[in-house]
């Protein structure tokens, strides 16, 4: 199975500041790579796929990186609706995996 | 609107069976795969199962293989999960999901039902 590391699993930050998550692969992905969102209580929302590739109707604050094993997803500036946890996951082989999730709060 | 609404979720005895369903509307259920996921409390997220367009292949994670059925009724836009021999580590939040129009991500997902199982 491949392994998903996200780092920090907590991130302290203030509106405004540009923030950014990282997710290690045990493996090549070839940018088989997502980034999900979720609020407490709520169904997790797909932010980015194919590794930087922004879906439909997310705003263009949020962008994704990397390449290879070590991927980034990025928030320009951070908004109050953004304060959630996000997670990254590997679709790349199965059994289709997670990262931990990073838990993005109010400073 | 594309919407998924998830049922059948409760309380079960360690070892006893419980049929998860999910109502597809909005969009055409038998032109996209579909997903289950679960989630423990206060735990991350979990790939659970996926079903092609017409039923033909099946995945499973290996912790439910064995246990766990994932079956589609397109003519009712229906997605099912068929758990059995069902233990503490099964109880979880489950989603089920549709495959993204972008690819094989998934997007959206259902609000989530909740399978407790307790004695």
């Known amino acids: 199975d491949i392994q998903m590391t996200q780092s920090p699993s907590t991130l302290s930050a203030s509106v405004g500041d540009r923030v950014t998550i990282t997710c290690r692969a045990s493996?090549?992905?070839?940018?088989?790579l997502a980034w999900y969102q979720q609020k407490p209580g709520k169904a997790p929302k797909l932010l980015i796929y194919k590794a930087s590739s922004l879906e439909s109707g997310v705003p263009s604050r949020f962008s994704g990186g990397g390449s290879g094993t070590e991927f980034t997803l990025s928030i320009s500036s951070l908004q109050p609706d953004d304060f959630a946890t996000y997670y990254c996951?590997?679709?790349?082989?199965?059994?289709?995996?997670f990262g931990g999730g990073t838990k993005v709060e109010i400073k | 609107e594309v919407q998924l609404v998830e049922s059948g979720g409760g309380l079960v005895q360690p070892g006893g069976s419980l049929r998860l369903s999910c109502e597809g509307s909005?969009?055409?259920?038998?032109?996209?795969?579909m997903s289950w996921f679960r989630q423990a409390p206060g735990q991350g997220l979990e790939w659970v199962a996926n079903i092609k367009q017409d039923g033909s292949a099946k995945y499973y994670v290996d912790s439910v293989k064995g246990r766990f059925t994932v079956s589609r009724d397109n003519a009712k836009n229906s997605l099912y999960l068929q758990m059995s021999d069902l233990g503490a580590e099964d109880t979880a939040v489950y989603y089920c999901?549709?495959?993204?129009?972008?690819?094989?991500?998934?997007?959206?997902w259902g609000q989530g039902t909740l399978v407790t199982v307790s004695s």
């Open positions: 909005g969009f055409t259920f038998s032109s996209y795969w």
């Open positions: 493996q090549i992905l070839n940018n088989w």
């Open positions: 996951q590997q679709y790349k082989t199965y059994p289709v995996t």
């Open positions: 999901a549709r495959y993204a129009d972008s690819g094989p991500t998934t997007d959206p």
